[in-house]
Structures are given as structure tokens and as C-alpha cells.
């Protein structure tokens, strides 16, 4: 069954295109008809046309406008015009709305006839297709996710992956070597960085799964695994062993697209971690990167090559106190690293009275844990002999009381080191910046320029300057240019429109409001004033 909708203000038309179609098409068609603009609207809301045969001069709004209301509606209404002008301007916004046919009357019978069944056939190949492909989603869909579900928890297991990994590969589809984990977080709500009442998350999570699943898909070419508490972890095929700068930015867009969009839906809150791209066996290191990630930002979007990301640990020991104390060192934080480190020699203490040289031995270890991140992050120069007192000190350390304060002592210090280098590099990334800007403000430049130029996203770098600058980066080059402009303004005789475009912008209008909105008077205002 066909529904088609004419329209045009000639009841004889109208008579005439309907005897034709019940002649031709008998049953297969439902015909509904309209004589104004404004009533061919309203009617299509109701009626949802298939086919839609529109003139272009009709009372009130005409054919054309009436057309683009029609397709916010109706993205796949068939148009097929006919009326009796044929100018070009006409015809060519006509094509632009996706008309099938532009025909000019009088139009003979069988051409009448033989546009519809073009439109027909299209219509009936449109419906075969999605009937087809919803079978077929349909039996995917089943079986999909349970296979989906096996690679992502082969990949971070390795329990038989490699052998696995081939069947795995061709019933997915995945014909890349390469691929990247980024894992979805959600909870309660965000505090400081970090998401609430995981596990009461999970148990409702069963609910929400799917709208996740299907919005991960429809952003992103991937493989999804199914909740694992509060988590889904999501593996992203790769044909390159490392991510270019855009493609990495694309991706960072997209999970932060993906965040806004699932918030919007659902009473819940988001953050999503992205590891490296890594060889398809080692997907798990990808996976702990993502985590890190998670861990590392307070931001609710996070790369791992955004982040100064820390390593897992083994599980022997109380990790909940040790993952925070090596969390509290990566970040610098003195404070924390204290707490941490206290509770940890606490624990060893309470739990190992009698093994000193052990106790020894794991503050030994802790330490040159911590001077390792110092190194790393630039913050100390290494050199061979650094540690040459190290385990005399240490076994001539009589009590526990010196034993910790020494623990204490060189934590905190590996921790000023990477706190200084950090803070150190950090400024020369916005130092860097700055000078970018300051040499190229005059040029049509953006956020996204001065991002590639220091090599980080342009999310992670707008936080980093508004966080040393105190302005965003349109303020910050806005308040350069007016600054520069106001310099041309009182010190030389360039006219408006010069300085206009030596400060970066092409329309003097634009640069005049611009300027009166920053500076509270005109260009020509400020010029006298000065004067």
C-alpha cells in the first residue's frame, strides 16, 4: 500500500491525477489531496505521504516553502513537482529537497504513470532492504553481544586469546592488528573527580545497559562488553599501530559527545577512560591505561596521552592503601603521600612486628618506587652513585620511629621533585603557547591550532590555560588583539580597516563591535579620546 498526497489549488488537477492513479494503481493506493500551502503542511502530519505530488504556486505558502516544512517530518517522502513554471530557480531548489521528477504541465498520462511507479519501485527496494536488515539485526542481536562479551574478557584475561583470537576475529569482523580499550564509568554522581555509590550503580545498571550499548555503537566502530560492576569496556579496532594527533582528538570528541548524549538520557553520571593503541594481544595494557585514566583525570573525558599515567600493582599487599599511596606520588601530592605512606607503615608494623629486614626492604622498595616517577617526569637527574648510602642507612636504622621518618623524609621529597617538573612543564606548554599566539594573533587561528602546536587535545589544553591563565583561549587572544589594536589606535596613523585586519580580524564591523564590547567605545571613539 502507497499513501500519496497531491497538492495544487486546480480541483480539475487534482480529479485528474486521482482518476489516473485509481485507474492505474487500483487498491495499492490511498490518496489524500490539499489546495493551499498552509492545509498540504497540516495534512502530511496527519496523512505521513509516501509520494507527495506538489505544484509551486498555491494560496499562502507556496509549494517550495511547504516542502522543506514537510521534510522535517518526513525525511523520506518521495516529492514529485508538477506545475506550469519551469524556471531554472525554482527547478534548482526543487533538486536541493530530493525531488524525484520536475515536470512541467500539461504533463501526458504515461509520464504521470511512470514517475509514480519510479517512485514505487524506489519505495518497495527501501522497504525490502530494512525488512531485510532488521532479520538480520534481529539474529545478531542474539548473538552478538555473548560473542562480543567472550572477546573483550579473552582480551583482558589472556586466558587462551592467542589461540582463540583468529575465530574470534573473523565471526566480529575485526580484520585490524591493532586497538585501543576506552572504558565507560558511571555512578551517582561526580565528586571531586571521582563517581559514587559504584556498586548500587551496578545493580541498576541492567536497565540502562542497552541505550549504552546502542549509543556506544552508533559513535563508534567497536566491540562492547557487557557491565562488569560499573563499567563497560569497550575495544576500538585500529589499522595503525599508534594514533595520528586528529584521529586521537576524533576520538576524545566523540566520548565526549557520547557523555553529553547519555546524560541527557538517563539520571546518571559519566566519565570514560582511553588507553593506547596496542597490539591486539596485549589489549590489556590498554585496558589498565584507560583505567589510569579514569583514576588520573577529574575531567570526565581522559586519554591516557593526555595524563601522567601510573602502572598497576600487584595484588599481595592492601591495595587499596598502596594504589593510593602510589596515586598520591604520581600527582605530587605531599599531603596525601604522607597519609598514605603513615597508614602503610602502620600496617607492615602492626602485621610483621618481628620482620624488620622486611619492613626495611618494602620502605626500600616504596622509595625507589617513588624516585623512579621523579626520574621519569624529569623531576630528578639519575646518576649511578645516588643511592650509595641508602642500605647502610637503612640497616643501621635502630627503631621503627627513624625507620619511618627516613620513609617519610624520601617520599615527600620524590614528590616535591614531580610536583616542581610537572608544574615546570606545564608552564612551558602554556609559555609555549603564548608565544604561538603572540606571533601568529593577526592570523585566522583557533583552539585546535594551538593544541597541535603543543601536541595535547584541545579539550585537555583549554582546561591546562584557563587553569594558568586564568582566561579561556578566545578571551586570552581577544584581549591580545584589542590590546594590540588600541597600541595602533593611539600610536600610529593606520586607518580602522588597517588595523582591523593587522589585529587578526577580516570584517570591520565585526572588529568594531568586538572592540566596543571589550573596551566600552568605538575604535574611532577610543582614536579621539586619545587624541
Not at 523520506?76 to 531554472?88: E, G, L, R, W, Y
Amino acid at each position: 500500500m502507497y499513501k500519496i498526497m497531491l497538492a495544487d489549488d486546480e480541483g480539475i488537477v487534482i480529479d485528474s491525477l486521482n482518476f489516473i492513479i485509481e485507474k492505474n494503481f487500483g487498491q495499492s493506493c490511498t490518496v489524500e489531496y490539499a489546495y493551499t500551502g498552509r492545509s498540504v503542511i497540516e495534512l502530511a502530519e496527519k496523512f505521513k505521504p509516501d509520494i507527495a505530488i506538489m505544484d509551486i504556486h498555491m494560496p499562502g505558502i507556496n509549494g517550495i516553502e511547504a516542502m522543506k516544512e514537510i521534510r522535517k517530518t518526513n525525511k523520506s517522502v518521495i516529492f514529485i513537482v508538477m506545475t506550469a513554471f519551469d524556471k531554472f530557480n525554482y527547478a534548482k531548489e526543487a533538486i536541493n529537497l530530493g525531488v524525484l521528477e520536475y515536470l512541467t504541465k500539461p504533463v501526458n498520462q504515461s509520464v504521470v504513470i511512470q514517475v509514480l511507479q519510479k517512485a514505487m519501485d524506489i519505495i518497495e527496494a527501501d522497504r525490502n532492504k530494512r525488512s531485510n536488515d532488521l532479520m538480520i539485526r534481529e539474529k545478531l542481536e542474539i548473538v552478538l553481544p555473548i560473542i562480543e562479551s567472550d572477546f573483550i574478557y579473552a582480551a583482558l584475561s589472556g586466558a587462551d586469546f592467542e589461540r582463540e583470537k583468529d575465530n574470534f576475529c573473523n565471526l566480529l569482523g575485526v580484520n585490524e592488528e591493532y586497538g585501543m580499550m576506552l572504558v565507560v564509568e558511571f555512578g551517582e554522581s561526580l565528586v571531586d573527580g571521582n563517581l559514587t555509590n559504584p556498586v548500587g550503580m551496578s545493580v541498576k545498571a541492567q536497565s540502562f545497559y542497552p541505550t549504552i550499548r546502542e549509543s556506544l555503537k552508533e559513535e563508534l566502530n567497536c566491540i562492547v562488553s557487557p557491565i562488569m560492576v560499573n563499567k563497560i569496556v569497550t575495544f576500538i579496532p585500529s589499522e595503525k599501530p599508534q594514533l595520528e594527533y586528529d584521529d586521537r582528538i576524533g576520538i576524545i570528541e566523540k566520548a565526549r559527545k557520547l557523555i553529553r548524549d547519555l546524560t541527557r538520557q538517563l539520571d546518571i553520571q559519566f566519565k570514560i577512560g582511553i588507553g593506547s593503541v596496542t597490539s591486539i594481544y596485549r589489549l590489556g595494557d590498554s585496558y589498565k591505561e584507560a583505567l589510569s585514566a579514569i583514576r588520573n583525570s577529574k575531567g570526565r573525558v581522559a586519554h591516557v596521552k593526555d595524563l601522567s599515567i601510573g602502572c598497576e600493582y600487584e595484588e599481595d599487599y592492601p591495595i587499596n592503601i598502596e594504589s593510593e599511596l602510589f596515586d598520591k606520588i604520581e600527582k605530587g601530592d605531599i599531603e596525601g603521600t604522607m597519609t598514605q605512606a603513615n597508614l602503610f607503615f602502620d600496617w607492615m608494623v602492626n602485621n610483621y612486628p618481628n620482620y624488620t629486614m622486611d619492613i626495611k626492604l618494602k620502605v626500600l622498595e616504596f622509595v625507589l618506587f617513588a624516585e623512579q616517577k621523579a626520574f621519569l617526569s624529569g623531576g630528578m637527574t639519575y646518576y649511578f652513585l645516588y643511592r650509595e648510602d641508602y642500605l647502610p642507612t637503612l640497616i643501621n636504622i635502630e627503631n621503627n620511629e627513624q625507620l619511618r621518618k627516613w620513609f617519610i623524609d624520601k617520599l615527600t621529597q620524590a614528590c616535591r621533585n614531580i610536583t616542581s617538573k610537572r608544574e615546570e612543564q606545564t608552564s612551558g606548554l602554556i609559555f609555549k603557547s603564548k608565544q604561538y599566539i603572540e606571533e601568529n594573533y593577526n592570523k585566522d587561528i583557533s583552539l585546535d591550532d594551538v593544541s597541535r602546536i603543543v601536541d595535547i587535545s584541545p579539550y585537555y589544553f583549554s582546561k591546562l590555560f584557563k587553569e594558568e591563565t586564568g582566561e579561556n583561549f578566545i578571551e586570552y587572544l581577544t584581549n591580545l588583539r584589542i590590546e594590540r589594536a588600541k597600541d595602533l589606535l593611539m600610536h600610529s596613523g593606520m586607518n580602522i580597516k588597517n588595523i582591523c585586519v593587522d589585529t587578526g580580524y577580516s570584517d570591520p564591523n565585526y572588529f568594531s563591535r568586538i572592540f566596543k564590547k571589550q573596551v566600552g567605545v568605538t575604535p574611532t571613539e577610543y582614536r579621539e579620546l586619545c587624541n
